[in-house]
Every structure is written in C-alpha cells, then in structure tokens.
Nanobody, 126 residues
Framework: QVQLVEAGGGLVQAGGSLRLSCAVS????????LGWFRQAPGKEQGFVAA????????YYADSVKGRFTISRDNAKNTVYLQMNSLKPEDTAVYYC???????????????????WGQGTQVTVSS
C-alpha cells in the first residue's frame, strides 16, 4: 500500500512563497509519476502540476505556470511544490497523488491517480 503525506501548508500574504512536500512510502518510488491537485471551497478539484518518474518531464496548469515548480527527490521519496508569487485565488487544499507506471510521462487527470494524500491547507491573504 502506497501512502502519501503532505506538509508545508499554511497562511501567507499575497506575493509570498510556500513549499509543499509530499513523502511517499514505497520501496519503488521511481516507478511512480506524481502530481499535485487543489480544491478551493465550493469548487471542483483541479490539476496543478505533474512530474514523470525520473523528474525529466513536468507539466503545469496555465494558472500556475511560471510561479509554481514541481520537483522530486528520488533519494528521499519526496515530491515538492514550490509556490512563488502566491495569489488569493491560490487558496485551496492541496493534494499530492501518485500513479505507478512503466512510462516516462506525466499524468494530468485526477482519475489517473489511485493514491492520494490527505491534503494540506494553503491560505493566501490579500
């Protein structure tokens, strides 16, 4: 069973930065592509960023491109989301997700991911 645990959420002023981390419990971390999603109050869950097994390929939602960076440390079984220039509209619960794959690609649909963390709250004040 793969377990994911997010950390790093909190309250930040607009224009500030936060770094989320997600520790993944598996012996075969490099067999998993990873993603970040978010859900704001009253809204559907949406894609934020994704990264391939080795980290060689990444993809971002247009709303965060240029501000957020997804990365992974395969030695630490951890995926990160560096969030800069935060805006009030970035306020949401952020979830990391994992999918086992033989391919060196990213996945952007939430339905592609069978494993999810519990979420971490990010609140950006104006």
């Amino acid at each position: 069973q793969v377990q994911l645990v997010e950390a790093g959420g909190g309250l930040v002023q607009a224009g500030g930065s936060l770094r989320l981390s997600c520790a993944v419990s598996t012996r075969t971390f490099t067999n998993y592509a990873l993603g970040w999603f978010r859900q704001a109050p009253g809204k559907e869950q949406g894609f934020v960023a994704a990264i391939s097994r080795t980290g060689g390929t990444t993809y971002y939602a247009d709303s965060v491109k240029g501000r957020f960076t997804i990365s992974r440390d395969n030695a630490k079984n951890t995926v990160y989301l560096q969030m800069n220039s935060l805006k009030p509209e970035d306020t949401a619960v952020y979830y990391c997700a994992a999918v086992g794959t033989a391919y060196y690609r990213y996945y952007i649909r939430s339905s592609d991911y069978p494993y999810w963390g519990q979420g971490t709250q990010v609140t950006v004040s104006s």
